[in-house]
């Protein structure tokens, strides 16, 4: 199996596990979702709900943080994951949320799919769509070795890898304000400019290797060097980690981003463009 899959081939694998994971966004002023709802009025044929908003660290002040790996191993058990279960991944929002949740699941070791198009894509090509909530026997999934890497605060103060920002340009220069009060505006001195919808065809789709690969490069990434990418809070970073992932690089990624960089005093943040 692929990394990122077609419909075709999904609605052709009954023994793949199919997870949905659209996730709230946790932005100040964003749309109020509730993707739980949201699965169960519609949902890919067979998929079962990841529940990606309650797939995070409680304890920590920061929004949508890493969860302990005991607790994702728990839940794909909850889903009826095997050790060695085929899982897909898909979600319905504009942020492409199923790569944050593929980010998170490697983290326990798993090597999930990503279905080209999401929801989004399926719907418009009439595939099978249920409704309900999912029910499923418990799994046995037993943790592996990690896949993904993460980077804390004080790793990234002394970072000399590549760093790539996945928010909108206006954010990364600071003429747009954050939306959280109390987090400064710019950016990470020394990072790059990548807004994540730059990886995407007009109907969703991920672009060709060839088409990623020029996306990072123009930004002033070199993929033969180690990166590790940022955002607000996390989410949208695991895109340019999927996309890095895509074309044979490991990035890492900064789970706390720009949420805790930019409301740190003794932190550095840089104006205008890369």
Not at 21 to 48: C, D, K, L, Q, V
Not at 69 to 78: N, Q, T
Not at 125 to 154: V, Y
Not at 240 to 250: D, Q, R, S, T, V
Request: glycine letters at 8%.
């Amino acid at each position: 199996m692929d990394e990122l899959v077609t419909t075709e081939w999904l609605e052709a694998a009954p023994h793949a596990l199919v997870l949905d994971a659209t996730y709230t966004s946790t932005i100040p002023g964003s749309p109020t979702r509730n993707p739980r709802a949201e699965f169960e009025a519609e949902h890919i044929a067979g998929a079962r709900f990841l529940d990606l908003d309650s797939l995070i660290d409680e304890t920590s002040p920061l929004p949508s943080t890493m969860p302990r790996v005991a607790k994702i191993a728990e839940r794909l058990r909850e889903l009826g994951a095997d050790t060695e279960t085929q899982i897909v991944l898909y979600d319905n929002s504009p942020h492409h949320t199923a790569c944050r949740a593929w980010w998170v699941l490697r983290l326990a070791g798993v090597d999930a799919a990503l279905l080209d198009g999401g929801m989004a894509k399926w719907k418009a090509e009439g595939r099978p769509i249920e409704s309900g909530p999912h029910r499923a026997a418990p799994g046995n999934f037993e943790l592996r070795a990690a896949k993904s890497q993460a980077r804390t605060l004080d790793a990234m103060k002394t970072t000399r890898e590549q760093i790539a920002d996945a928010r909108s340009a206006a954010r990364f220069t600071g003429e747009e304000a954050d939306p959280r009060g109390d987090v400064a505006a710019g950016h990470i001195p020394g990072s790059k400019n990548i807004p994540y919808p730059r990886f995407f065809n007009p109907d969703g789709t991920w672009k060709q290797p060839e088409d990623i690969r020029a996306v990072f490069e123009t930004s002033g990434i070199d993929l033969a060097r180690p990166l590790v990418t940022t955002c607000g809070s996390g989410i949208t970073a695991a895109i340019l980690a999927f996309g890095a992932h895509l074309l044979g690089n490991e990035a890492a990624l900064y789970d706390g981003s720009w949420t805790e960089w930019g409301s740190r005093p003794e932190t550095a943040k840089a104006l205008g463009p890369a």
